[in-house]
């Protein structure tokens, strides 16, 4: 039985012999080289982007077995690598639930790639970091030639210019590590791409292909722009959970307050305050208890008390952007044909959606700033309050109390 902390020495031995003795002459991409490489990225772009040990294990076992299955297949070779995955691993008793990661990381490389958490997107990106390297060409060239085999068809360089064309136009790194470290280099072998592309143009039909190329390239970089990238859609999911987790601890301490000034009040009420006539001295430390929880629990409320505003929007307001949609009290009265015209109309304007999104924010923070002012209000009167009443109620009995008759 093999130790789990050796599983991925095991995977690398047997991926190297597969990998060495029984893959096909004519895959020359997908090869033991190619593996190595998806591994040892695996690993940088796994740490850089900080998986645990345990989740590293499971990406790289995943990285050795990813084209194992182009020893068998050509088509859907992910999944005959997954079921050749599984199967080692049950012979070597790895745990089922690490087993099934393993054969989720490698399905996630399948084009096109659709990873559904971190482990699954370095790997992806370790499978196609030569977007963003120097030896781009060298290793497109080796892709190329293997299709070509492969397909049983030629694969003229033209049509290879174009599919790396729209294929690299079309791909985006999923770790912010990757973006950053490869992002830039992959622009860079884009417009390479592009330079080669138009050399080899001629003829006026050659001219009418290029155009509609550069209509679609425009179409998609427009495409781009309207989409957010994912450090940016990490910032805003992120910021607004925050604000919603502080404004829910807001909520939570005004709640508090509320709760201990009630019973405090209940107490007097139900007991104190029947018993002045006996005592009459307690009146003034009473009545500065009363007002004390009073003033705390309106601060509280008030805290807590939530603005609705009138509800609606006109499509003047959508084409001058002033309305977020985003926040409800600026749609809740209007009717849903309207509204999705208008949802509609901000989807087409990337500047509209980032200026609704930071306007979310930001009112978000000035209700947080409104709630947590009248909390500190209402803690402050609390603290100093209780503080005096219960010093009243000391000098009261101490030097005002009433003799008791004998």
Known sequence: MAKSSSIVDLSQAYAKDILSTKLPEEILYHSLEHTIG???????????SGLTDEQLEIATVAGWFHDLGYSETMEAHEERSAEMALAFLDKHHYASEKADQVKACILATTMPQNPQNLMEQVICDADLMHLGTEDYFEKSNLLHKEMSHTQGEKISKKQWMKMNQTFIGEHQFFTEYA????GEKEQENLKEVEKKLKEMKGGKESEKLQRK?????????KTKELTPTRGIETMFRLTSKNHLDLSGM????????????SIILSVLVSVILRKLEEYPHLMIPSLIMTIVCLITIVFAILATRPNVSRGKFTRDDIHQKKTNLLFFGNFHSMDLPDYEWGMKEMLKDANYL?????RDIYFLGVVLGKKYKLLRISYTVFMFGFVISILSFVIAEVFFKAPYPY
């Open 38 to 48: 998806v591994v040892e990225a695996v690993e940088l772009i796994g740490k850089e």
């Open 213 to 221: 190329i550069e209509e679609l390239q425009l179409k998609l970089q």
């Open 354 to 358: 980032y200026s609704s999104l930071i």
């Open 250 to 261: 807001a909520d939570n301490k005004a709640n508090i307050m509320i709760s201990i000034n």
């Open 179 to 182: 973006q950053k470290t490869f």
